[in-house]
């Protein structure tokens, strides 16, 4: 996957392997482990966590494993002071790099979940996922305070998913089939030319369709009926919804 080379990049990398050994003394060190659970319950935080680690083969549990890790900044600070551990600690910056890359893969992650929970992929979601990711990265690409190997990994991102996902709307299956799901009109298909290609298609196969049968003329839903809002069938991949992302496009 595209996630898996990005995280790849040295100063990202470096600061992951940080993470790893300190996540990984833990597991190994009955007293840092114990420290842990016991500084968090003087904090008051509940429930008690312990640091996740990675799978090589699966990207998104790197992501889990750095989205655990920030969860529990502050005990884990105060553990690593405590049990006095020779493991080179994280700096500031370091700290904030691994919350800018948490914020840039939380979309992908999404998409991922979502994905390993259906059986089949509905063609209509193609186009509006691809695009969401698209419009997720992008905005962040845009924030002027976000560090060097953040940007780079974030450029590479947005060249990969033009590569991969640039003439999506032109696969005239996807497109006909997202214009033709109501959960998504207006907001898979970017540019307004593909779809009034897309609507042009499924009018012209209707027709054709209607030659060869004529079934009953449809009831005309009441006004309440036809109302729209925001698909409530996809509540796992909320930055698709978010305001901020739904009006932009890719850059």
């Not at 509006?128 to 560090?147: E, P, Y």
Request: proline share 5%; with cysteine.
């Amino acid at each position: 996957m595209i996630v898996r080379f990005e995280i790849q990049q040295p100063q990202i990398q470096e600061i992951i392997q940080k993470v790893k050994s300190i996540t990984e003394y833990t597991h190994r060190s009955t007293v840092a482990s114990e420290k842990l659970r016991e500084i968090q319950l003087q904090m008051g935080l509940q429930p008690q966590l312990r640091l996740k680690q990675d799978i090589a083969t699966r990207w998104h549990s790197t992501y889990f494993m750095m989205r655990r890790f920030t969860e529990v900044k502050e005990p884990l600070i105060s553990t690593l002071a405590l049990v006095n551990t020779q493991l080179t600690a994280l700096s500031l910056e370091e700290w904030k790099i691994i919350n800018e890359v948490c914020e840039v893969l939380q979309p992908f992650e999404e998409v991922t979940v979502d994905l390993s929970l259906e059986r089949f992929v509905a063609d209509s979601k193609a186009i509006l996922m691809a695009r969401g990711l698209q419009r997720a990265t992008a905005h962040r690409q845009k924030r002027s305070s976000i560090h060097k190997p953040v940007r780079e990994m974030i450029k590479i991102l947005m060249a990969e998913l033009t590569k991969r996902f640039g003439g999506i709307e032109q696969v005239n299956v996807l497109a006909e089939a997202a214009s033709l799901d109501l959960r998504f009109k207006k907001h898979a298909i970017i540019h307004e030319k593909h779809e009034q290609d897309a609507v042009t298609r499924v009018v012209g196969l209707v027709a054709v369709a209607s030659r060869v049968a004529r079934p009953p003329p449809l009831a005309t839903p009441s006004t309440e009926e036809g109302k729209m809002t925001h698909p409530p069938i996809l509540p796992r991949i909320q930055f698709l919804w978010s305001g901020q992302i739904l009006g932009e496009s890719p850059a």
